[in-house]
Nanobody, 124 residues
Framework: VQLVESGGGLAQAGDSLRLSCVASGRTFRSYATGWFRQAPGKEREFVAAITWKSGGTYYQKSVTGRFTISKDNAKDTVYLQMDNLQVEDTAIYYC??????????????????WGQGTQVTVSS
């Protein structure tokens, strides 16, 4: 499974960015795909996830109301629309595909397939 992220870049506080994650090499679709981020000197943290079958969405509290995760089944792509960006959103954003029939944000990193990451930098 290969995941390729795009859409990161530089933004000012209050701006918007949209990240994309395109999956390939899957024999069958995973249970869910999500986004994590890692800021300098911090642990990687869960941001949002979406289930492929039902479209159920899940968010970290700090991004609820500002970020929206969505999917395009035909393109095997997951998006993360990030609005009203804040300086604290600065991080490398990683796309993650669950290897099992669940998506547990607290699970070990080996439970997911990972993309290479895309940098998001927000200035004040």
């Amino acid at each position: 499974v290969q995941l390729v992220e795009s859409g990161g870049g530089l933004a000012q506080a209050g701006d918007s960015l949209r990240l994309s994650c395109v999956a390939s090499g899957r024999t069958f679709r995973s249970y869910a795909t999500g986004w994590f981020r890692q800021a300098p000197g911090k642990e990687r943290e869960f941001v949002a996830a979406i289930t492929w079958k039902s479209g159920g969405t899940y968010y970290q509290k700090s991004v609820t109301g500002r970020f929206t995760i969505s999917k395009d089944n035909a393109k095997d792509t997951v998006y993360l629309q990030m609005d009203n960006l804040q300086v604290e959103d600065t991080a490398i954003y990683y796309c993650a595909d669950s290897k099992s029939g669940t998506f547990l944000p607290q699970a070990d990193q080996t439970s997911f397939y990972w993309g290479q990451g895309t940098q998001v930098t927000v200035s004040s």
